[in-house]
């Protein structure tokens, strides 16, 4: 049985062998046989092993906390798509909102949509199967890139029973942060089991829908449309809304749709929300920051002037936007700060200062059933 990078039993056997090399090296210390040139060697080899154990039991232990890599193929830069697979192409039939547009949305706007289509065995056509969660795989083109990105999508257990058969559920938009992947929201993050605690709480069952943001062989584009780059914006606008409508019964109009992301993903969901209010109506912005960080925005410096969220609020879009951050996280603490100075009517900001924390997934996550709560009191519920 292979074991997964981000898997309990890893991190448990480089633990162990963690605590076990440097007994072993103590015990063999005196034991090993040979000439002298042979026992020297032999010494030298259990004391690289131990300090080897060792440094990578800390390093899977970053790893499992803040969810860089999710599998030896993402660590080792492998992309991993079966040659069989369908990269689906949505084919939106409204125009694309996803180049800033920060206009007011009329009352009961519409998200993209595109054409519906068929589930196959149990499956929606294009998806594959995920795990035994209810949770589907999708690759979809990016405007810009040669490469797809990955849209996972998890559905609560209202979905599949009988008096929720012909109800639109509303979607809530998952944001990972850089670098990381959509994974890390089920496994360090355990959204779901996060937001099954939120609903035994009344809160709203949503279907979610993660994708990912970083485009492989791309720079760190910060969700954002660049020129000559891959168009990141309009595959996490345009391209996952019309895949949800047409795949999946979710509502279509704003007030059914919702971001919430961590790190860099906080910041692109407060962005995100303030600049497509004709598409989500709150956005939940978790240890984000208040503008575009990577170095490869010191090529754009007027983008990067434009994303900042002091900039995007003063257009004073109706939407809600709910800030968390750790008072021992500097930066995105920040950010919380800049977000209350800077909001206008009807632009809502809501923000909460834990008072410890680190910026870590851990922290995050037992902040989940919190947020769901908030949002399930500024979107629409399950309605038809």
Known sequence: ????????????????????????????????????????????????????????????????????YSGWDDLLGRTVQDSSAVVLTPQVRTGDPSSGSSGRPSSGGRAPTAAPVPWVNGLPAGFSAYDGNRTFLAMVAVPGSPSPMRLYVSLPPQYDQAAYAHKQFPVVELLHGYPGTPTTWFHAMDVRARLQAAMGAGATPFVLAVPQISVPGAPDLECTNLPQQPQVATFLTTEVHAILASHFRVRTDRAGWGLMGYSEGGYCAAALTLRHPE???????????????????????????????????RGAPPVAIYASASAQDPQSSGALTALTHDVRPPTTVTTRLYAQGGHNTSDWSAQLPSDFQWLSGHLGGVVG
């Open 1 to 68: 049985m292979s074991l997964e990078l981000t898997s309990g039993a890893f991190a448990t056997l480089v633990i162990g062998l963690a605590v076990v090399l440097p007994v072993a090296t103590v015990v063999a210390w005196g034991r090993v046989r040979g000439g002298a040139v042979l026992r020297t060697g032999q010494r030298w080899l259990l004391v690289v092993a131990a300090q080897a154990a060792g440094i990578l039991a800390v390093l899977v232990v970053i790893n499992n906390q803040f969810g860089l």
């Open 279 to 313: 598409l989500y109506a709150a956005g939940v912005d978790i240890a984000g920051y208040g503008q575009p960080l990577s170095a490869f925005f010191d090529r754009y410096p007027a983008q990067r002037a434009a994303g900042r969220l002091s900039v995007l609020l």
